[in-house]
């Protein structure tokens, strides 16, 4: 698949793609962004108004929880059908983020978390694979994060479900080399999307702040986790719009050459730059003084 600008996609017969978690943020921003460059897209989303919701703007939006094995099969088999099993591109964004200390996540917290950003992924992407085998063709990209390949405190969960992610798509990368299907890691640092209040929510399920010894970060955690400004990293300043992954996604698409990875964000810039640099306790120093804001208890 050769590079194309929105007018010569257009005009030649359109690709198309799958992507998951379009009910807002990222997913939703890529969605819209690639059918104006010409693509058909379809949508995965969890719930029946979201669906109804993006059918309305133009969308061909399925029911896919990546939670649900009947549901990813199901979604895989109805986009299958509707392009006569020329599908050419996935897109696995579905994901949320666990806080909490490592000590005080449940197997169930974990589970979870992985069930959501690694194991779903997986399976809808085994389910669409041999469609490409048999086109000989494919891009399937994954969005992972700066904490894919960087770990900071209080995102245990998150993190090594992210790095899990990398670890799978690498080899699945090297497993599919010369069958003309190539797979890309987009790894975005701070991006304004319902990451927080997707977390608050999980927050307060799985985490019991009066029972731990990490009671008094948690009252630092949960003021931002309640704020408005949306990050990963606790760079407020440093906040792309999710439009910053589309222009990533495209190349990855688009290209000749698709890479890899692709960084999104000055954090991920700068804490790629500083891993291959540092040592690992130089490393940990540096990641805990930039976190130091978020585990000071809010002032009363």
Avoid at 28 to 52: I, K
Wanted: hydrophobic residues 40%.
């Amino acid at each position: 698949m050769t590079r194309k600008s929105p007018q010569a996609v257009k005009s030649s017969a359109r690709p198309t793609i799958l992507i998951s978690g379009c009910s807002s943020g990222i997913g939703y921003a890529c969605a819209h962004g690639l059918r104006e460059r010409g693509w058909r897209v379809f949508a995965g989303v969890r719930r029946d108004a979201d669906m109804q919701r993006l059918r309305g703007e133009g969308l061909e939006a399925v029911l896919l929880d990546v939670d649900d094995s009947a549901s990813i099969g199901a979604a895989a088999e109805t986009v299958l059908a509707a392009t006569g099993r020329r599908l050419d591109a996935l897109f696995n964004n579905a994901g949320f983020g666990q806080p909490g200390a490592v000590e005080d996540l449940s197997r169930q917290a974990l589970r979870e978390q992985f069930e959501t950003n690694l194991f779903g992924a997986m399976e809808l992407g085994n389910h669409l694979i041999p469609a490409m085998r048999a086109r000989g063709r494919g891009r399937i990209v994954f969005n992972s994060s700066v904490l894919g390949f960087t770990a900071l405190p209080y995102r245990g969960a998150y993190v090594a479900s992210k790095f899990a992610m990398e670890g799978l798509a690498d080899t699945l990368r090297m497993e599919l080399a010369g069958s003309g299907i190539h797979v890309s890691l987009i790894e975005p640092g701070p991006i304004t999307s319902r990451f927080r209040s997707n977390a608050l929510r999980k927050y307060q399920q799985h985490i019991r702040p009066q029972e731990s010894a990490h009671r008094t970060v948690y009252k630092a955690l949960e003021k931002r986790l309640a704020s408005p400004d949306d990050t990963t990293t606790g760079g407020g300043r440093f906040t792309l719009p999710p439009e910053a992954v589309l222009k990533r996604l495209v190349h990855a698409l688009e290209s000749r050459r698709p890479r890899p990875r692709y960084y999104v964000t000055v954090p991920t810039y700068l804490f790629g730059y500083m891993r291959r640099l540092l040592s690992s306790r130089a490393m940990d120093w540096l990641l805990l003084r930039a976190t130091t804001s978020e585990r000071r208890p809010p002032r009363r």
